[in-house]
């Protein structure tokens, strides 16, 4: 039996690093997530909102980026605008 078979964690970290590191030297791929951070900064420093959707699985994600990046705004400055969900808009 190999020792990835006999600790499956220490499997997925092991996976999980080469990834990284396989993207940290991915020039195009930083590139680009540097530009998407920056309209991002942009966009938020400016007054504007940022839409994060999702179907299915990805909506979770979605949620959760949301809600992360909501409590990092509120240590860090102003409340990022939201919007009302569609109950409340039918009251």
Not at 16 to 25: H, K
Not at 36 to 50: M, V
Not at 63 to 71: K, V, Y
């Amino acid at each position: 039996m190999s020792q990835n078979s006999k600790d499956p964690i220490a499997a997925h970290l092991k996976q999980s690093l080469a990834a990284l590191e396989r993207a940290n030297s991915d020039a195009p791929m930083l590139a680009a997530a540097r530009a998407i951070a920056s309209a991002i900064i942009t966009a938020l420093r400016a007054g504007n909102k940022l839409l994060i959707v999702g179907n299915g699985g990805s909506a979770g994600d979605a949620q959760h980026i949301a809600a992360e990046s909501s409590a990092a705004t509120s240590r860090t400055g102003p409340a990022a605008p939201r919007s009302r969900s569609r109950q409340t808009l039918r009251r």
